[in-house]
């Protein structure tokens, strides 16, 4: 008995279809969009980035990430910024920008802006390139470059600067296409997600809570206060000692290498785009310059780069003599802790605000 072709349609009509290689890889694809979609929409969300404090763009220097977005919501908040702050460790605890700016105000009027980006571990070198990012992407009205000795060592600090300027995403912003720090720069949820890409790591715990805690120590202006106090600053450094051995080998003799001129020109070089630069330096404790033959070589110092950084058209502010932090204020030979940190701030406002009214040489508006 032959079915009839009614009833072998609808029994054709009832097997389940099957779906192509090629429909099923659509289908795949558009399902994975819609996460992804639904994923970096969440992730904007501000209920959700409250939550997760964490952002990182890839790179190994969790601080410098920190002041990142610190700034990008300082910025966001404040609509702009008009005064950076840029240097190592010493310019991140040593400068509170909330002291800074009102003292400024009361003697010139101008409400600033002001943000912290100190950042440790960084010369002259790679600032030079970070200053570039700054400047092109908040074009703040002044950068105030805190620089030191250590910056004009040509051995020093290069295994941070080849790590820090490597990262896909910095490369990205400075110049340098890659398809991988353009996801980066473009994907809130993948900012989100880079803290956790060391999670197999027997230290990513430990690593995550420090940083975590940095996140909510470090100030919205980017100030990180300090706590220490008179850490091993009365003891003088020892050359034969263990500790400081490796610190007289790399520092005496010193000599400024043209490479870091080069780098502290860069700098400088940000002027042309309507940023004032000023150069100066942070008060640190004497025993510090053992290492380089003392006090004079640090004079002679200060004389030359002053002399590089006039001659190139630049600003130098001759540093708040370090007399006037007293022993408490300071944490240890090179940083100032919270009570240097609000002394400090206030005299170098002071020097700032005379400049203006005396010299005409003000932070909120342009020089050139």
Same mark, same amino acid.
């Given at each position: 008995?032959?079915?009839?072709?009614?009833?072998?349609?609808?029994?054709?009509?009832?097997?389940?279809?099957?779906?192509?290689?090629?429909?099923?890889?659509?289908?795949?694809?558009?399902?994975?969009?819609?996460?992804?979609?639904?994923?970096?929409?969440?992730?904007?969300?501000?209920?959700?980035?409250?939550? @997760?404090?964490?952002?990182? $763009?890839?790179? *190994?220097?969790?601080?410098?990430? =920190?002041?990142?977005?610190?700034?990008? &919501? +300082? %910025?966001?908040?404040?609509?702009?910024?008009?005064?950076?702050?840029?240097?190592?460790?010493?310019?991140?605890?040593?400068?509170?920008?909330?002291?800074?700016?009102?003292?400024?105000?009361?003697?010139?009027?101008?409400?600033?802006?002001?943000?912290?980006?100190?950042?440790?571990?960084?010369?002259?070198?790679?600032?030079?390139? @970070?200053?570039?990012?700054? $400047?092109?992407? *908040?074009?703040?009205?002044?950068? =105030?470059?805190?620089?030191?000795?250590? &910056? +004009? %060592?040509?051995?020093?600090?290069?295994?941070?600067?080849?790590?820090?300027?490597?990262?896909?995403?910095?490369?990205?912003?400075?110049?340098?296409?890659?398809?991988?720090?353009?996801?980066?720069?473009?994907?809130?949820?993948?900012?989100?997600?880079?803290?956790?890409?060391?999670?197999?790591?027997?230290?990513?715990?430990?690593?995550?809570?420090?940083?975590?805690?940095?996140?909510?120590?470090?100030?919205?202006?980017?100030?990180?206060?300090?706590?220490?106090?008179?850490?091993?600053?009365?003891?003088?450094?020892?050359?034969?000692?263990?500790?400081?051995?490796?610190?007289?080998?790399?520092?005496?003799?010193?000599?400024?290498?043209?490479?870091?001129?080069?780098?502290?020109?860069?700098?400088?070089?940000?002027?042309?785009?309507?940023?004032?630069?000023?150069?100066?330096?942070?008060?640190?404790?004497?025993?510090?310059?053992?290492?380089?033959?003392?006090?004079?070589?640090?004079?002679?110092?200060?004389?030359?780069?002053?002399?590089?950084?006039?001659?190139?058209?630049?600003?130098?502010?001759?540093?708040?003599?370090?007399?006037?932090?007293?022993?408490?204020?300071?944490?240890?030979?090179?940083?100032?802790?919270?009570?240097?940190?609000?002394?400090?701030?206030?005299?170098?406002?002071?020097?700032?605000?005379?400049?203006?009214?005396?010299?005409?040489?003000?932070?909120?508006?342009?020089?050139?």
């Amino acid at each position: 008995m032959t079915k009839s072709p009614n009833i072998a349609e609808n029994i054709e009509a009832q097997k389940p279809r099957r779906f192509t290689l090629f429909t099923s890889l659509w289908i795949s694809l558009l399902i994975l969009a819609g996460l992804l979609v639904l994923t970096e929409s969440l992730s904007r969300i501000a209920s959700i980035q409250n939550r @997760l404090a964490m952002r990182s $763009v890839g790179n *190994y220097h969790a601080q410098f990430e =920190i002041k990142w977005f610190k700034l990008q &919501d +300082y %910025v966001l908040e404040n609509d702009g910024v008009d005064v950076i702050l840029l240097g190592n460790s010493m310019v991140n605890t040593g400068i509170d920008p909330e002291v800074f700016a009102e003292e400024y105000q009361q003697v010139t009027g101008a409400d600033l802006r002001v943000f912290n980006f100190g950042v440790e571990g960084l010369t002259v070198a790679p600032n030079s390139s @970070l200053v570039q990012l700054l $400047v092109e992407t *908040y074009q703040p009205k002044t950068l =105030i470059y805190f620089t030191e000795m250590r &910056d +004009y %060592v040509a051995m020093n600090g290069l295994k941070e600067e080849e790590t820090f300027l490597s990262n896909d995403w910095l490369m990205y912003r400075l110049g340098k296409q890659n398809i991988k720090g353009w996801f980066i720069d473009r994907s809130t949820a993948i900012q989100m997600l880079l803290p956790f890409r060391g999670w197999t790591r027997s230290d990513f715990l430990d690593n995550y809570v420090l940083n975590l805690r940095r996140v909510k120590i470090t100030q919205p202006n980017g100030y990180e206060p300090e706590t220490r106090t008179r850490q091993d600053i009365d003891v003088r450094p020892d050359p034969s000692s263990p500790a400081d051995k490796p610190f007289f080998e790399l520092f005496q003799n010193f000599t400024i290498d043209p490479q870091r001129v080069s780098d502290l020109h860069t700098i400088l070089s940000k002027q042309e785009f309507q940023t004032n630069v000023f150069v100066s330096e942070i008060p640190v404790y004497f025993t510090f310059y053992d290492y380089f033959g003392g006090e004079t070589v640090h004079q002679d110092y200060l004389k030359e780069i002053s002399k590089i950084v006039i001659d190139y058209g630049g600003f130098f502010v001759p540093p708040v003599d370090p007399d006037l932090i007293p022993l408490d204020g300071r944490a240890d030979r090179l940083h100032l802790n919270i009570q240097g940190a609000d002394i400090f701030s206030k005299l170098l406002a002071g020097k700032f605000s005379s400049m203006c009214l005396q010299e005409h040489k003000c932070l909120d508006f342009p020089l050139r």
